[in-house]
């Protein structure tokens, strides 16, 4: 078995598109090989800000022979009346190499067994391997000297080795060779003999190649240099990914700011260390000090400039939100609402007053009169006219709540103005306060329900305002707090409240317009596919923990929009239900029902007393049970269910009995749906 390795040096790559060209060219080498039929073990895909390497292990040298059955005319047309070929049966042997001996009839048409011989591995490594990479995608490729095709950056080497063995490739410019380049500050034209030697070779000329060592590494380097200080290092995944995919030899440097920053809020501080300079924050005993740690892609001993320059570039960036923070509190957070009218929330769906106003009266219709949760939907927005929220929008709710306080507004609005937003990803944190959850949960709604108003529901490739983490966040948010709420009439409410676009329309169309995107909003398709959008949300939210059949029976016979804390409940009883006899009666009932008789029971029809019988059962069966319970008696009542269809010949040719019958097994199929549709069960 033979390993191959191709390495393309590049000046430095844009860290965003580093994780997708590593993705890219794992599934393309696959497809690659699977497509020629070339058995291997394992395709390994490395990658640093300078460098895409790829290593295939466990590789066959050649391509298998193909046995290939192909199809050619019919016989009347392949063959002439003396049972000689044709032109066109000459044609086709001639085209595919074979003889006419070779050819056999099969559905009266001409076949023909042919093997297509393996190709060596070295021909379709050059074949294949330029087109691969110049297949990657990405945002800004670009081209450079008089070459005609495009790249992420100039490519400036190329390796390319199997086992032993060059294999020698063109990529735009460049060609290949066994030569490869360490760090800039290291040693350069290292000589990679074979594929084994790689990675340690590279890692002698300070540059970790494998992504996921070198992230573990900075994330070692970060709490060894934070020990030092008695602290530890705050980072996110984003943060260490994009610190990942900008180094080659990560090495930490500590640096030291102004202790008066520090009279900022925190997570604007933390923000401008971890988002905008790339910096790790220390925290030590639970407080943010005035240090923090870069990692240097540096080789050397001399750390002081780098120091400074950090810190210089730190200092510029901390004078501006003391800046900015001073002005915004020249006045309450309240004064804001104003201001906000000027800012658009999306085309035609007004401004984001208008959402505050939207957010106010959502969330009245879930909490009813509640003066804090109103103050926090008013004051939701306010601070995306500050000055801070403009220069450092990813902290929109988090310098909301600190303004509210600076302007003394109570502890529980400020938490709800930041907890709105919450959970931030799909793992995120959920709102602790009653204010953060229902105006959390009104602001999705409102954003879920303005998108499909506009007809931008989210594609495979598209996801407008992330309603698909906006929904999860409202699941996610109700179910953990057991609150409440009915969602189908919230979508409906949230719907009717929308601004309705009619630009250029005269009054008369305005009206008609208005009252008819009211209509259609509330009870037409958007509605429905807003309903379908929420179920399957919590169907794929749920599925990790209960049977994908029983979240769709249960989602079935009851809107779980209405009250998603009920739906788990049934879903959870169903799931530990564990009766082949209860299941075959309903599906009994649901296959003879087509459709649910109108009519009303009368005992004056029945002809046999299993009819009376399952009539005096039905109505033991009590909804107001807890659902476990309420399955009990669905099995207790099984037994009569049966004798009713062994005694009882339901489509009798009387219509007055069938169709008595026929009501009765609607009354039946009631007490089922009352739990799950179990013809899906």
């Known amino acids: 078995m033979s390993k191959y390795l191709l390495e393309v040096g590049c000046e430095e790559l844009p860290y965003k598109f580093i994780p997708s060209a590593i993705q890219q060219l794992t599934t393309s080498f696959e497809s690659f090989l699977n497509g020629n039929k070339v058995k291997y073990e394992n395709v390994k895909v490395y990658a640093t800000p300078r460098r895409l390497a790829v290593i295939i292990s466990g590789l066959d040298k050649e391509s298998k022979d193909e046995e290939k059955i192909i199809k050619g005319p019919i016989k009347r047309v392949a063959y002439d009346e003396n049972g000689n070929l044709t032109k066109a049966g000459e044609g086709f042997c001639k085209k595919n190499g074979i003889v006419p001996e070779d050819l056999y009839i099969e559905d009266d048409y001409i076949h023909a067994k042919i093997i297509i011989k393996g190709k060596s591995i070295v021909d379709l490594l050059k074949d294949n391997v330029p087109t691969i990479?110049?297949?990657l995608q990405g945002s800004h490729f670009m081209r450079w000297s008089d070459n005609d095709e495009k790249f992420s950056?100039?490519?400036?080497?190329?390796v390319s080795i199997l086992d032993k063995e060059d294999v020698k490739i063109k990529i735009i410019d460049k060609e290949s060779s066994n030569i490869s380049?360490?760090?800039?500050?290291?040693?350069q034209n290292i000589i990679i003999n074979n594929p084994d030697e790689y990675v340690e070779k590279m890692r002698k000329a300070h540059v970790i190649v494998n992504q996921e060592e070198r992230k573990e590494l900075i994330i070692e380097k970060a709490k060894e240099e934070a020990q030092k200080l008695g602290a530890e290092p705050y980072y996110t995944d984003d943060l260490l990914e994009e610190v990942t995919f900008i180094t080659e030899y990560p090495v930490p440097v500590t640096c030291e700011?102004?202790?008066?920053?520090?009279?900022?809020?925190?997570e604007l501080v933390v923000t401008v260390m971890a988002v905008h300079q790339r910096y790790f924050a220390l925290y030590k005993d639970g407080k943010l000090i005035n240090k923090f740690i870069t990692m240097t892609n540096y080789l050397g001993d001399e750390f002081e400039n780098i120091k400074a320059g950090n810190v210089r570039v730190i200092k510029a960036r901390l004078d501006d939100a003391v800046f900015f923070f001073n002005e915004d509190t020249k006045k309450p957070l309240s004064a804001y609402v104003e201001d906000i009218k000027g800012i658009t929330f999306q085309k035609g769906m007004g401004t984001m007053y208008d959402k505050a106003q939207r957010l106010v009266k959502l969330s009245k219709l879930m909490i009813g009169d509640n003066s804090t949760v109103e103050r926090t939907a008013l004051l939701a927005k306010a601070d995306l006219a500050t000055k801070l929220v403009f220069e450092f929008t990813e902290l929109q709710g988090f310098i909301g709540a600190d303004y509210a306080r600076v302007a003394g507004e109570k502890d529980s609005v400020a938490e709800g103005i930041k907890e709105h937003y919450f959970p931030l990803n799909a793992d995120g944190e959920i709102a602790?306060?009653?204010e953060g959850q229902i105006v959390g949960i009104a602001d999705k709604m409102d954003n879920i329900c303005a998108v499909f108003a506009e007809g931008k529901k989210p594609t495979g490739s598209s996801d407008p305002l992330g309603v698909r983490r906006a929904a999860l966040g409202i699941i996610r948010t109700i179910l953990a707090n057991n609150l409440k709420i009915d969602l189908a009439l919230l979508v409906n409410e949230a719907l009717i409240l929308l601004p309705i676009a009619q630009n250029g329309e005269n009054f008369v169309d305005k009206i008609k317009s208005a009252a008819g995107s009211v209509v259609s909003r509330a009870t037409g398709a958007v509605t429905g596919e807003i309903y379908d959008f929420f179920i399957q949300r919590l169907i794929i939210f749920l599925s990790e923990k209960y049977?994908?059949?029983?979240?769709?029976?249960?989602?079935?016979?009851?809107n779980p929009l209405s009250d998603l804390n009920d739906y788990i409940e049934r879903v959870d009883a169903v799931a530990k239900l564990d009766s082949p006899a209860l299941l075959e009666s309903a599906n009994r009932v649901m296959r003879i029902l087509k459709e649910d008789s109108k009519k009303q029971v009368r005992k004056d029809l029945f002809v046999v007393p299993a009819e009376n019988m399952l009539l005096e059962q039905i109505n033991t069966v009590d909804e107001n049970l807890r659902y476990d319970a309420y399955l009990k008696q669905l099995e207790a009542i099984t037994p009569s269910v049966e004798k009713f269809f062994n005694d009882v010949l339901v489509m009798d040719k009387d219509e007055n009995?069938?169709?008595n019958r026929l009501a009765l097994l609607t009354l039946l199929k009631a007490k089922y749906n009352h739990i799950?549709?179990?013809s899906k069960l």
């Open 133 to 135: 990479i110049l297949k």
């Open 153 to 158: 950056r100039p490519i400036r080497w190329i």
């Open 181 to 187: 380049r360490g760090h800039r500050f290291s040693e």
């Open 257 to 266: 700011f102004n202790p008066d920053y520090l009279r900022l809020p925190e």
């Open 432 to 434: 602790k306060t009653l």
């Open 547 to 558: 049977p994908k059949n029983i979240l769709e029976a249960c989602a079935s016979s009851k």
């Open 657 to 659: 009995v069938k169709e």
């Open 676 to 678: 799950a549709d179990f």
